[in-house]
T-cell receptor
Framework: GAGVSQTPSNKVTEKGKYVELRCDPISGHTALYWYRQSLGQGPEFLIY????????DSGLPNDRFFAVRPEGSVSTLKIQRTERGDSAVYLCASSFSGGLNTEAFFGQGTRLTVV | GENVEQHPSTLSVQEGDSAVIKCTYSDSASNYFPWYKQELGKRPQLIID?????GEKKDQRIAVTLNKTAKHFSLHITETQPEDSAVYFCAAAKPTGNQFYFGTGTSLTVIP
């Protein structure tokens, strides 16, 4: 595709439910990032993949959050037992090599609302 | 870690005037500083970036300056236009790290 694609664009779920958010990075990009953006704030780092492996998951807030990238392309962010505080826009970004001197391209995000 | 602070949080300018947004960072190891523009409901898009081996970079009406000693960098937009209205985020990254550290954003409004 032409850019980073995230689905769904909006997700409303009840407290306690499980959700999956999907990211399709730009073809050929080996690095993939997940960020979370709360209203009026800058994006906050969650996890970074280089290829299939999670090279850095230090930003995941707790063990309810998990992400996978089994084939080094599409990634899924999984949130168990959702809480109202999880409500935010979840952004995915990809870059060609993962070196931080290369541009990261963002998707439009998934707006998650936990009610 | 790294702490990036951004000011002001909101900025209104008249069309044609200049706008300046300032950021500071805490970790002297940071060496890459991108700026992102995010229009309402849209994805952040890179508008300009600077690396620590240069002090200034310009691209048409947009320029960024970097002062490594003081650990601050600024975005300058000249001859502002209504379509420049958006939220702007600065960020910093370290060569050994795996993430961008973002500022809290500046909401720029250009008044026609």
């Amino acid at each position: 595709g032409a850019g980073v694609s995230q689905t769904p664009s909006n997700k409303v779920t009840e407290k306690g439910k499980y959700v999956e958010l999907r990211c399709d990075p730009i073809s050929g990009h080996t690095a993939l990032y997940w960020y979370r953006q709360s209203l009026g704030q800058g994006p906050e780092f969650l996890i970074y993949f280089q290829g299939t492996g999670a090279a850095d998951d230090s930003g995941l807030p707790n063990d309810r959050f998990f992400a996978v990238r089994p084939e080094g392309s599409v990634s899924t962010l999984k949130i168990q037992r959702t809480e109202r505080g999880d409500s935010a826009v979840y952004l995915c970004a990809s870059s060609f090599s993962g070196g931080l001197n290369t541009e990261a391209f963002f998707g439009q995000g998934t707006r998650l609302t936990v009610v | 870690g790294e702490n990036v602070e951004q000011h002001p949080s909101t900025l209104s300018v008249q069309e044609g005037d200049s706008a300046v947004i300032k950021c500071t960072y805490s970790d002297s190891a940071s060496n890459y500083f991108p700026w992102y523009k995010q229009e309402l409901g849209k994805r952040p898009q890179l508008i300009i970036d600077i690396r620590s081996n240069v002090g200034e970079k310009k691209d048409q009406r947009i320029a960024v300056t970097l002062n490594k000693t003081a650990k601050h960098f600024s975005l300058h937009i000249t001859e502002t236009q209504p379509e420049d209205s958006a939220v702007y985020f600065c960020a910093a990254a370290k060569p050994t790290g795996n993430q961008f550290y973002f500022g809290t954003g500046t909401s720029l409004t250009v008044i026609p």
